[in-house]
């Protein structure tokens, strides 16, 4: 398979007045053509982090991308210019935003909204930019297109607004989409409709996209691959199959023994303690201090990825028997 995405060691910081935050620290993920990769995790973790510096759209200052690549279709993201990145953004990659409701703007009309992209960059006329955007209105599930082109935003329920939004990232035809936290702002049912939506456009324009969410029952729906990430690291990688069956960090084991499900009775089991200061980020395993598998080895020593399978791999002193050595040496010293 083809791969379109490559992230390799990516490093993001932001100097703030209390010091500085350690938002991203040694990202290693790909996409392939055609796949939808989810990245999942709680709040803080790193997630919006990671997909706005592949849009090249992390605040500087006082945020800044220290190390690390972002390889595009084989071209390096991280060194390109800003002005060719701007050719680059809502053309080959487009990203959806967290609101639909602060998503648009709320003084221009959806047509205009609509537009606005395409005929910067598209050499394209105005006839032509209109019923490409009405095309789009109806690929989306947007009922009488040519009426609520002329509407404005307030007039759109917020299912109605995100699809807008998916509208106006996929006008423009791109070869990656970056979702983030698509369907947070929605009720269940419209959450449904988004994405049933999403494995529609997919299956119609061939696109790859990465779906950013805390949501594991949004990605049980679409995902092909989940990242799980902590503390700003991918801690463990795999196939949907893998991840919901054969997960192998106690913290995935933990997300997925904290979403409510119909054929269990009981409390939720909730994972205790809190993430850690990401100012002053531990030098082992970020979650040490909440596992209760935790051994000294992890306090000190990030573990290497482990390859479970072909396609399953995590970073967990649990799965190398080193750590048993190491921790031997530990003890003699």
Known sequence: MEKILEVKDLHVTFKTYGGTVQAVRGVDFHLYKGETLAIVGESGCGKSVTSSAIM?????????????KIVFKGQ?????SERKMRSIRGVDISMIFQDPMTALNPTLTIGTQLIEGL???????DKDARIRAI???????IPNPEERMKQYPHQFSGGMRQRIVIAIALICEPELLIADEPTTALDVTIQAQILELFE??????GVSIILITHDLGVVAKIADRIAVMYAGKIIE???KREIFYK???PYTKGLLNSVPRLDTKGKLQPIDGTPPDLFSPPQGCPFTARCPFAMEVCNKVYPESTAVSDSHRVDCWLQDERAKQLLATMVTN
């Open 237 to 239: 990688t795999g196939n």
């Open 119 to 125: 005929k910067q960059h598209k050499k394209i006329s």
């Open 76 to 80: 390096d993201l991280t060194r390109v």
């Open 135 to 141: 095309e789009m209105m109806e690929l989306v599930g």
């Open 200 to 205: 529609k456009i997919q299956e119609v324009t």
């Open 247 to 249: 997960p192998q960090h």
């Open 56 to 68: 090249r759209l992390i605040p500087s200052p006082p945020g800044k991308i220290t190390a690390g």
